[in-house]
């Protein structure tokens, strides 16, 4: 019937009086911005002087011609940037043998010293070289066929065959840190995690997932800060209740049902139900009841901002105090809008979405260890998802250090990847 949709569309756009009220409640000031600043260089870093000083003959006064005398300095710093370098280390082992022995003829033996222990025995690998592979290729996404070619150009003949074999046998190094690590990660109360799909070449399906399991702060700081990646060709339940292994724990997730197959106490995300509502209000200025949630949510973060750094009782405290009230305003409205937005529109699927997951969301105000979101798991898999890597039949294990607190390592599989 014409005009039907426009009729459908006036229930995202009117407002009653209660929606107004929420609308006009504004929200938390927000804190000015503070002016950027150039931050000092490192004090670490070694420096060179360089002092840029007058001509003698320009050491004088240009008024009366008399001699100048220095009062002080100014001073500046720039930062040089010195490539890389590789050198070759020749290991030299002198071999000793009995004199006597000789002149007697007595079968002498020859003796040496043992050879250093390597991470790849008879191969030209370093621990050096390996991390740099490493890091390139995990860290920042570098194929091995683009380290091939970068090798190259300085006249080094490393394929990426040799790469890939190498990085192979680190996995195998590595297997008992990854393990250690978990070990670690599954004692926690509060964990993080997530799934990214990517796609393998000559693998047994066209997509396999990588899972992603955290703990603690991105940032540097005194908590236990550990990411493991967990590499499947599935994204069957049976991947996450296999790696938890019984975990009885918060697991901070998405909306993803897979995860309720696990023991995990599940907390739900807030800024997934955000996306929801952006999505649904896209670039229709007139979905204004989208705004009330949005609004809502907004103070939600806002509470967050101003309890950053606190202790777990004063993030309790506040939250319940704060918070509370303001995540049962937000439940209400979804309660009241739910039979009125058709679940078809793109605001009805958002506000589904939310009354689904909010029971596992509002959980966050039971335990000032709770995060209001899952970000700590999407901040970790996104330099991974940012470098998708493509391979050669299965991925393999790898390792990379984000921060200083914090190791990533992928389970250790089969075959090469370049």
Known sequence: MPG???????????????????????????????????????????????????????KVCDC???????????????????????????????KYTC???EREGIESVVKTAKMPATPIPKSIATPSLLSQIIMCKYQFGLPLYRQET???????????QTMSSWMLRCAELLSPLYQRLKEILLSQAVIHGDETSLNVINAEKATSYMWLYCCGDDKPG??????????????????????????????????????????????????????????????????VKADVALNLIRKLYGIEQAIKGKSVSEK???????AKPIVDELYQWLLKHKDKIPPQMA????????????????????????????????????????????GCSQIPVMARMPAPYSIVLLKPQRQMIL
């Open 64 to 94: 009366c011609q008399s001699p100048l005398h220095k009062m002080g300095e100014s001073s500046s710093e720039t930062l040089e940037f010195v490539p890389a370098h590789i050198k070759v280390v020749k290991t030299i082992r002198p």
């Open 99 to 101: 004199r006597h022995c």
């Open 347 to 390: 605001l009805g699927k958002a506000i589904t979405y939310a009354i689904n997951q909010f029971e596992k969301f509002r959980r966050y105000l039971d335990d000032g260890r709770l995060s209001i979101d899952n970000n700590r798991a999407e901040r970790a898999i996104k330099p991974f998802v940012i470098g998708r890597f493509y």
């Open 222 to 287: 005194k908590d236990t800060n550990i990411v493991l990646f967990d590499y499947h060709n599935s994204r069957a339940a049976h991947c996450v209740v296999g790696f938890l292994d019984g975990y009885q724990g918060y697991m901070h997730v998405d909306g993803y049902k897979a995860y309720e197959q696990t023991k995990a106490t599940l907390v739900a995300c807030l800024a997934h139900i955000r996306r929801k509502f952006i999505e649904a209000k896209g670039n229709n200025k007139k979905t």
């Open 150 to 160: 970068l090798f190259s150009d300085i006249g080094i003949e490393l394929s990426r």
């Open 4 to 58: 039907a949709g426009e009729r459908f569309n006036e229930a995202e756009n009117i407002l009653d009086e209660h929606d107004k009220a929420l609308l006009a409640t504004s929200p938390l000031v927000k804190k000015e911005k503070a002016k950027p600043k150039r931050r000092p260089l490192p004090a670490q870093l070694p420096r060179v002087e360089v002092v840029v000083d007058l001509d003698e003959d320009e």
């Open 316 to 322: 309790f405290t506040v939250r319940q105090q704060k």
